[in-house]
C-alpha cells in the first residue's frame, strides 16, 4: 500500500536523493524506476488510482502482482479489447447456401473491423483437404480470364502457421460436429485459433521488452497497452514475428548468441524485418572489437533461417518464391511515400503507368537504394557517436527508415516498431501521441477502401493522415538520434548510473550483452561540425531538448 507522497514528482531526481526517500527494505532507485516520477504523463494517468507512487511505498513486497504479472494482464486486457474490436467482422447470418460471414454493405470497412486473418482460410492453400502451402497452386476467381494462378504469399514461418492453424480448424470442426466442442462457422473458427496463437505471441513480446528493460520495467507498460496492439494485433500476423525478434535481442542481451541468432533468423524467415537487426549487432561489435560473438549470431541467424527455408526451397521453389515474386512486382501501395507524393503532385511516377503485371523497377531500385543509403548513414552514426549507441537504438532507426523508403508500409507493420521505440526511446508524452496517431490511421484508411460512391473519404484525406504519421516517426527517429549524440539525455543511461564529474554518462547499455561497458576498439571521425549540425537539426525536430532530464 502506498502513501499520499508529500508532492508530485514529475521529473526524475538525482540518484542518491530517491534512494533516500524510498523505504529501506523495499526495491530502491537502484533496482526499479517509477514512471510516475519521471514521466508527467504516468503521474496524470496515475491520478484516478490513487496518484503517483509514494515515497514511502513498500515497492517489491507483493508475492503474487509482480511487475511481469500485471504487465501481461494489462496486455490480456488490451488483447481481449483487440478481438473485440474484430469480432463485427466475425458476425453471421444464415442463407439458402449455409451460413455466410456477415460482410454486408461493406461492413468490414464501416465496422472497421477488417482482418486480412478472415478472408486468408478462404485461400486454395489453406482450407481444402490434402492441399499443403508453397505445394499447392490455386486460382483466385475459377473460371474468370486470365487464369492466374497462385502460392502462399507470406515466408515460411508464416505460411505453414497458418496452415497449421487450419489443420487445427479443422480438427476443431470434427470435434464440434460430434458434439465435443462448441460449434461455430468454420472461418471463425479459424480467426479465434489464430488469434489464440498471435494472443501468445504478444505475451511472449512484453516478457521479452520488460526483460530488455533493466530499471525501467513499467516502460514496457507501453507495450502491453499500446493503442497500436488494440487496432492491429489481429489484422495480419504481425506478432508472431515480433515475439521471435524481440526474444533474439533478449537472448543477445543475456549472452547467448547463438540463441540470439537462431531467434532472429526464424522471425526473418516469418517476417523480413528481424533480420534488420544483424547490421547493427555487427557494426557495433566492430567498434567495441566484439566480432567474434557478432559472428556467432549471424551465423546462427543464417543457420536458423536455412534450416526453415531449405525444404520448402528445394521441394517447391515456385511457391517458396511467391512472397519475392509479388514484393518485385508491387507498385507503390497506397499508404506509401512515394504514392503521397504521385498523389499530391500529379507526378506519374519512377515508372510511369504500369502495365499489369509489370514490375516497377525503378521504384524497387530506388527504395532499395535510399534504404541501404540510410543504413550506411546509421553506420556511421554507430562508429562515430561519442559514446557507443544502445543496440535497440540503432535497431528502431533501421526498422523505422525500412518503413519511410519502402515502397509498402501495411498498417499491421507498425506493430513492429512498438517495442523498439519503448526500448530506443522510453518518453511517454511522445511514444503515447506517436501510437495514437499510427492507430488513428485506421480509420481513414477503411473509409479510404469504402470508396466515395459508398460515402467513404477521399484519398487526399487519408494520405493527410498518413503523412501525419510519417513526420512522427520522423520526430522520433531524429530524438534517438539527438540522444545518441547527446548521450546525458538519453533517460535509459540516466536510469542506470549517475552523472560523471565531467557531465559524461557512465552507464552504458542493459540490453547490449557483450557490447555492454566493452571499451570501443574502432571509431570513426565526423566531418569538422557535422555533429553540432546534426544536433541543431534534431532539436528543430524534437524541440529545445529534455534540461530537466538531464539534470537527473
Avoid at 535510399?370 to 562508429?383: K, Q
Wanted: some cysteine; overall charge positive.
Amino acid at each position: 500500500m502506498s502513501t499520499k507522497p508529500e508532492h508530485t514528482v514529475t521529473e526524475p531526481e538525482e540518484p542518491d536523493k530517491v534512494s533516500a526517500v524510498v523505504d529501506g527494505d523495499s526495491l530502491d532507485a537502484a533496482d526499479r524506476v517509477a514512471p510516475t516520477w519521471t514521466e508527467s504523463v504516468a503521474a496524470a494517468l496515475s491520478r484516478p488510482l490513487g496518484g503517483p507512487l509514494g515515497r514511502h511505498a513498500q515497492v517489491g513486497r507483493q508475492w503474487f502482482w509482480t511487475p511481469l504479472r500485471v504487465l501481461l494482464l494489462l496486455a490480456m486486457i488490451t488483447l481481449a479489447a483487440a478481438w473485440l474490436f474484430k469480432a463485427p467482422c466475425l458476425q453471421t447470418y444464415d442463407t439458402a447456401q449455409g451460413t455466410q460471414l456477415d460482410w454486408r454493405a461493406n461492413r468490414q470497412y464501416t465496422a472497421m473491423c477488417y482482418s486480412d486473418i478472415i478472408p486468408r482460410f478462404g485461400m486454395g492453400d489453406l482450407a481444402p483437404d490434402g492441399v499443403f502451402p508453397y505445394k499447392t497452386p490455386w486460382t483466385q476467381s475459377p473460371g474468370a480470364a486470365p487464369q492466374e494462378q497462385h502460392y502462399m504469399e507470406y515466408p515460411v514461418v508464416t505460411g505453414v502457421f497458418q496452415w497449421l492453424n487450419a489443420k487445427i480448424t479443422d480438427g476443431w470442426s470434427t470435434l464440434s460436429e460430434m458434439g465435443l466442442l462448441p460449434s461455430a462457422m468454420i472461418t471463425v473458427l479459424y480467426f479465434n485459433v489464430t488469434a489464440f496463437w498471435l494472443t501468445a505471441a504478444w505475451l511472449v513480446t512484453v516478457w521479452a521488452v520488460m526483460g530488455l528493460a533493466g530499471r525501467r520495467v513499467w516502460d514496457t507498460a507501453l507495450v502491453a497497452l499500446s493503442p497500436l496492439v488494440f487496432v492491429h494485433a489481429f489484422t495480419n500476423f504481425d506478432t508472431l514475428a515480433a515475439a521471435f525478434a524481440v526474444g533474439g535481442l533478449l537472448a543477445w542481451s543475456r549472452r547467448r548468441p547463438w540463441l540470439a541468432g537462431a531467434l532472429i533468423g526464424i522471425g526473418g524467415a516469418a517476417k523480413l524485418y528481424p533480420l534488420f537487426f544483424l547490421g547493427p549487432l555487427l557494426i557495433l561489435c566492430l567498434r567495441s572489437g566484439r566480432m567474434r560473438a557478432g559472428g556467432r549470431a549471424a551465423a546462427g541467424a543464417a543457420a536458423a533461417w536455412l534450416v526453415v527455408n531449405l525444404p520448402i526451397l528445394l521441394l517447391y521453389p515456385v511457391g517458396w518464391g511467391e512472397f519475392y515474386r509479388l514484393n518485385a512486382s508491387r507498385a507503390a501501395d497506397p499508404d506509401s511515400l512515394y504514392n503521397a507524393l504521385a498523389y499530391f503532385t500529379g507526378w506519374a511516377g519512377f515508372d510511369g503507368p504500369l502495365a499489369p503485371g509489370q514490375t516497377p523497377a525503378v521504384l524497387n531500385a530506388v527504395s532499395l537504394g535510399l534504404f541501404a543509403l540510410a543504413c550506411v548513414v546509421i553506420g556511421w552514426l554507430a562508429m562515430a557517436a561519442p559514446v557507443r549507441p544502445r543496440l535497440v537504438q540503432l535497431c528502431f532507426l533501421v526498422v523505422a527508415v525500412f518503413l519511410l523508403t519502402n515502397k509498402v508500409w501495411s498498417p499491421q507493420y507498425s506493430l513492429w516498431l512498438v517495442p523498439l521505440a519503448v526500448l530506443a526511446v522510453p518518453r511517454w508524452r511522445w511514444l503515447l501521441s506517436w501510437m495514437i496517431v499510427d492507430a488513428a490511421v485506421w480509420a481513414p484508411r477503411m473509409y479510404y477502401y469504402l470508396g466515395t460512391g459508398n460515402k467513404g473519404l477521399p484519398e487526399g484525406w487519408f494520405l493527410g493522415a498518413v503523412l501525419i504519421r510519417d513526420l512522427m516517426v520522423v520526430a522520433l527517429c531524429a530524438l534517438v538520434v539527438h540522444e545518441i549524440l547527446n548521450p546525458a539525455a538519453d533517460r535509459v543511461r540516466r536510469a542506470l548510473a549517475p552523472v560523471g564529474s565531467h557531465g559524461q554518462v557512465v552507464a552504458d547499455d542493459p540490453s547490449g550483452g557483450f557490447l555492454d561497458g566493452a571499451p570501443d576498439r574502432v571509431t570513426l571521425p565526423w566531418p569538422r561540425g557535422a555533429a553540432e549540425r546534426i544536433t541543431n537539426w534534431t532539436r528543430t525536430l524534437t524541440g529545445p531538448g529534455d534540461s530537466r532530464a538531464q539534470r537527473g
